[in-house]
């Protein structure tokens, strides 16, 4: 099945995009059918050929939610945005431990205190 997603391209830390339709089980890297624009995050500029897209969306063709939210921001196609679910690394969600030293702790004023006695 195809579909029209972002394919990268550019050097590390300046990237850009190509918009194309590719196989949506193929690798990001491998050939696409047809390369229908660009797409540059820094300077947000998108640049399509909206026939070809309109083409490729009547045939089946989806567009994944990143692709689609930039043509609905370009005018190429009309519809409301879709929310792109982030996914979190576990590792992420856990917070590191870190190590208190006794400066750290703040001393507690001396309150009631409290006696246990064991029952027999």
Same mark, same amino acid.
């Given at each position: ?61 989806? /567009?994944?939610? +990143? ?8 005018? @190429? ?5 879709? !929310? *792109? ?9 856990? /917070?590191?431990? +870190? ?8 001393? @507690? ?5 409290? !006696? *246990?006695?064991?029952?027999?």
């Amino acid at each position: 099945m195809l579909t029209i997603r972002l394919q990268r391209i550019g050097k590390k830390h300046q990237p850009s995009f190509r918009v194309v339709v590719a196989e949506r089980r193929s690798k990001l890297g491998g050939p696409p059918v047809e390369d229908l624009g660009s797409y540059e995050p820094r300077t947000k500029k998108v640049t399509v050929e909206k026939e070809r897209v309109l083409h490729w969306l009547k045939t089946g063709v989806k /567009a994944s939610p +990143t692709v689609h939210n930039l043509l609905v921001k370009g005018g @190429v196609v009309s519809g409301p945005k879709i !929310t *792109i679910k982030i996914r979190k690394q576990a590792a992420a969600e856990v /917070a590191p431990m +870190t190590h208190t030293t006794q400066s750290e702790i703040a001393p @507690v004023a001396p309150t009631e205190t409290a !006696t *246990i006695e064991a029952s027999e």
